[in-house]
């Protein structure tokens, strides 16, 4: 099979150069199109050069239609906004489209959701392998431990972190109120301050921390009488999301269309 012409999103971003760098080191992939946001200074900049590496051609451009026409997927890590406006020329084209962006809302995902007739997308809150490991064992757990476990997720990132709780957070809420049957919407507590009272039997708790440059540290806890359990992933580095999202890329290739998550691609889906 030839290799799979990739589309970075957010090209010039910190995410987007380590997509850049990565692809150039994945056998299977190869960089077709550097997408950046209309007015950006880094619009007509070389996207190998940004990246660290030696020029590669590919000049960062805000036309993402005249770039898919030479394209089969694109890698989405940018804000909802520009997700949201990608995911109609991806699917028009029938773009694999990796989606990594976070703070999407409730219609943001109806959206993205409604071109999974015709699309293949694949979406999650975190792309790396340990952190989809630790939201199954997440699930387990909270499947095995009832409401006498406190259930608390606390998260810290760099200082210029737009959004909270983080999607990686929410995700692995998704997977303690999978594991107990419950609806993470009717049954988050985030926020605390002041006089709370006391808190809530079977709530799940979050709390953000921002600062410095942490790439993304991620403990779940289960409190329970005279003891805890605590889950956590710390990330080092973002190639580890890139490596995660270019390994979706490629093995959402051939997959009909669909939505798909990394638990699907790397099969931990009835985990």
Do not use: C
């Not at 080191?25 to 050069?49: I, M, N, Y």
């Not at 805000?62 to 520009?82: E, K, R």
């Not at 605590?230 to 990330?235: K, Q, V």
Request: aromatic fraction near 4%; hydrophobic fraction near 45%; glycine fraction near 12%.
């Amino acid at each position: 099979m030839s290799e799979m012409r990739l589309i970075v999103a957010g090209a010039g971003g910190r995410m987007g150069r380590a997509l850049t760098r990565v692809i150039s080191e994945t056998p299977g992939a190869v960089l077709a199109g550097a997408l950046e946001a209309p007015g950006s200074e880094l619009l007509g900049k070389d996207a190998g050069v940004l990246a660290g590496l030696p020029e590669n051609g590919i000049k960062l451009s805000a036309d993402l239609w005249s770039m898919t026409a030479n394209a089969d997927g694109i890698l989405d890590f940018t804000v909802p906004a520009a997700t949201i406006a990608n995911v109609a020329i991806a699917a028009e084209r029938g773009l694999v489209h990796i989606i990594g962006t976070t703070g999407l809302s409730s219609s943001d995902e109806a959206v993205i959701r409604s071109v999974t007739s015709r699309a293949t997308v694949v979406k999650s809150g975190n792309m790396s392998l340990g952190v989809n490991l630790l939201a199954a064992l997440v699930k387990r757990v909270a499947q095995a431990l009832d409401e006498s476990f406190d259930i608390e997720i606390v998260e810290i990132h760099h200082r210029g972190k737009i959004d909270a709780p983080s999607g990686t957070a929410l995700m692995l809420g998704q997977a303690a109120a999978a594991g107990r049957g419950i609806s993470l919407e009717e049954r988050s507590a985030r926020g605390r301050d002041g006089v709370t009272g006391a808190r809530k039997s079977g709530d799940i708790g979050f709390a953000s921390l921002r600062g410095g440059t942490a790439t993304g540290d991620h403990s779940v806890i289960f409190a329970g009488a005279m003891e805890r359990i605590e889950l956590t992933h710390r990330a080092e580095d973002r190639t580890m999301f890139a490596q995660g999202a270019i390994k979706a890329a490629l093995w959402a290739r051939d997959k009909k269309p669909g939505f798909y998550s990394m638990a699907d691609v790397l099969g931990l889906s009835d985990f």
